[in-house]
């Protein structure tokens, strides 16, 4: 029974000398609290803008360029790799704990500060793990850094890059954590996504910065361009194929704005929508309360989950196409059933790997649909229709087996949910204060609502994908933004009245 926690208790005295952040020994003013926000979010976006000395950005391929906004980093930046390396470590660390694999009990302070000392050694595995093969498959080093260190000291210089970068982030996921409001990783999805919808919606830069302003070469933002058509185009000109290219044209058309506010408003309504189970004190007589069962029990993690799941089908597939060494694999490698890729292009175009890739836009599966011979993409309206099929179907069914597996594994099940409200002395009325009864009730609700909630932000990340979003911030990218900003709003909330109040910091778990 002890054989795991033991080993892994092993790893902590070298996972303890790791550089950290200082936990706060008492309350932290909400003021101070939201300075340090406010300066992790300033690092955050000073990171994204510097550049990896030494990388050819013209020769380097980004694996994950549609990925991009929900990985928080920026391409060819310090942040290249985001909190690919960050979520991916505390995905298997939660899984194996909810798993029972590791035997860590969380409510355990001892066992919660080894969870935290080997996630970050785990962290730093996950950060080599995947900065090693990018640099030595897809990020080519510059030929002037090529002639001062060679080939390999090019290369590690990169590494040495990705891997400061991808740590400094870690840390400062730690200093929002301990030091400031909410989660550091939220907080920088929720950032990155913003500022992809900020500069789509409002860029007056010209799409082709290089050359001047025309009616061919219009501002990249949907608000500046179609401002830039009503006071340049005329009328017939706007008949003739203005009104067109604003509402489907690429980049950033009309459509994909207006998909981007409903889905912001739909996510806002139904994260508020919930069934609250009446509870009473079993001891002290009239004090009551209630469980509130969310519509998006499940939150967001089975689309990240999925979305996570899709990005390694895609790289795999492009490996297996491009790379020197797997593509000579028999019967695999560069096998186009698999999936073939254009040059310069991280997308499939073509094979079981386009199958499986997010429609980016309407005129990527609707108007080839309804106008081949001017959208065409080189796939028959068959193959478009079944390709929409193909993606909505496994959003929503991975989504619910995801969001199933997520609920088990932690602690949201009935009878995780059950003994927590037990143990809290909490009880339903009219019923025996039993939790196998209240498990009973429970599982009228939970296992229904889990599979709605999978079903739901899968067929909506999915269904904004389809439409566009503004920024090509992608549809997971959306639906994790509303949420992230919701729960932060609420985070605030309760930081303010605990400032007011402060006997409420210690039921909020605040304490002095």
Known sequence: MEETPSLLYKLKPLSDRLPSVKRPEGHVHFRTKMMWVIVVLVVYFVMTNVYLYGL??????????????????ASGSLLQLGIGPIVTASIIMQLFVGAKIIKLDLGKREDKACYQ?????????????EAIPQVFGYLVPSSAATDLLGGAGAKL?????????SYIIFMMDEVVSK???????????????AQALFT????????????AMSLENPPGGTIPRALYYVFTMSPEQMAQGGYESLFLGSPNPIIALVGTLVIFAFVAYLESTRIELPLSHGNARGARGRYPIKLMYAS????????????????????????????????IGGNSSIGYFEDGSTTAAGGIAWYLSAPQGLTTWLMPILDPTNYGNGHSVVQNLAHVAVYFSVMVMGSILFAKFWV??????????????????????????????????????????TILSGALVGALA?????????????????????GILIHLYEAIGREQMMEMNPVMRGFFGGGE
């Open 200 to 211: 789509g919606a409002l860029n007056w830069n010209p799409i082709d910065i290089n050359s």
């Open 300 to 331: 967001n993690i089975p689309v990240i989950l999925m979305s996570a799941l899709l990005a390694i089908v895609s790289m795999t597939a492009l490996l297996l196409y491009s790379n020197d060494f797997l593509s000579s694999i028999p019967l």
């Open 56 to 73: 050819d950005q013209s020769e380097s391929l980004d694996l994950f360029a549609q990925y991009r906004t929900i990985m928080a980093g």
């Open 179 to 193: 030091w400031g409001i909410g989660s550091g990783i939220s907080l920088f999805i929720a950032a990155g996504v």
């Open 157 to 165: 210089l990169l590494i040495l890059q990705l891997f400061a970068g």
């Open 408 to 449: 088990e594994t932690t602690n949201l099940g009935p009878e995780a949910v059950a003994n927590q409200i037990q143990r809290s002395g909490m009880q339903m009325p009219g019923f025996r204060r039993d939790p196998r009864v209240l498990k009973r009730v429970l599982e009228r609700y939970i296992p229904t609502i």
């Open 462 to 482: 999915a269904f904004a994908d389809m439409i566009g979003t503004t920024g090509n911030a992608s549809g997971t990218g959306v639906l994790l933004t509303v």
């Open 117 to 129: 000392s080997v996630l970050k050694l785990l962290v730093i595995v996950m950060i080599l793990f």
